[in-house]
T-cell receptor, first 112, second 113 residues
Framework: GAGVSQTPSNKVTEKGKYVELRCDPISGHTALYWYRQSLGQGPEFLIYFQGTGAADDSGLPNDRFFAVRPEGSVSTLKIQRTERGDSAVYLC??????????FGPGTRLTVL | AQTVTQSQPEMSVQEAETVTLSCTYDTSENNYYLFWYKQPPSRQMILVIRQEAYKQQNATENRFSVNFQKAAKSFSLKISDSQLGDTAMYFCAFMLFNNDMRFGAGTRLTVKP
């Protein structure tokens, strides 16, 4: 079946702008995760959804970052007032509860 | 807090030979999962192998096998008969049953022809 998909593949924006990154999980996966991967580093956890609710958002760096999953499937990561330090690859993963996470191809965000 | 350490930033191996990537982790929990993921230049994180901490038998997947030493909190990955397509970043990851997952900094593996 189809894997995790993420759009856009690449996003270039200017400092101060608002961006939305989309994740479409594997069908039937109730758990969805967002990670941020800076150059040369491993992914860092941002937020985890179980169904529609955020079960753990302790990794969100500040209140400029917000994520939603209104129908328990597609999720959107929203970043307000982007800063150059937000430049990274944003990875999404999905899984069955407490099971292996399967990743999407990521969105490379560049803030100029 | 759980931490994952990969002490080898870069490694190389000749095609058809065997290479071992190291990973150690720190946790006070008894039940958890360990994973190795591969990330080629395409950015896609691909699951290589998974180990449940309660299983004593080491996991194997074709040319990939692990040496899981629970007491030592060590989880190394052995790649046999290395192929050019194995060239990638390899990440060791630790996950509690509450889905809290932590990654190491990665090892860049180059397979040379």
């Amino acid at each position: 079946g189809a894997g995790v998909s993420q759009t856009p593949s690449n996003k270039v924006t200017e400092k101060g702008k608002y961006v939305e990154l989309r994740c479409d999980p594997i069908s039937g996966h109730t758990a969805l995760y967002w990670y941020r991967q800076s150059l040369g580093q491993g992914p860092e956890f941002l937020i985890y959804f179980q169904g529609t609710g955020a079960a753990d958002d302790s990794g969100l760096p500040n209140d400029r970052f917000f994520a939603v999953r209104p129908e328990g499937s597609v999720s959107t990561l929203k970043i307000q007032r982007t800063e150059r330090g937000d430049s990274a690859v944003y990875l999404c993963a999905s899984s069955l509860p407490a099971d292996t996470q399967y990743f999407g191809p990521g969105t490379r965000l560049t803030v100029l | 807090a759980q931490t994952v350490t990969q002490s080898q930033p870069e490694m190389s191996v000749q095609e058809a030979e065997t290479v071992t990537l190291s990973c150690t982790y720190d946790t006070s929990e008894n039940n958890y999962y360990l994973f190795w993921y591969k990330q080629p230049p395409s950015r896609q994180m691909i699951l290589v192998i998974r180990q449940e901490a309660y299983k004593q038998q080491n996991a194997t997947e074709n040319r990939f096998s692990v040496n899981f030493q629970k007491a030592a909190k060590s989880f190394s990955l052995k790649i046999s008969d290395s192929q050019l397509g194995d060239t990638a970043m390899y990440f060791c990851a630790f996950m509690l049953f509450n889905n809290d997952m932590r990654f190491g900094a990665g090892t860049r593996l180059t397979v040379k022809p």
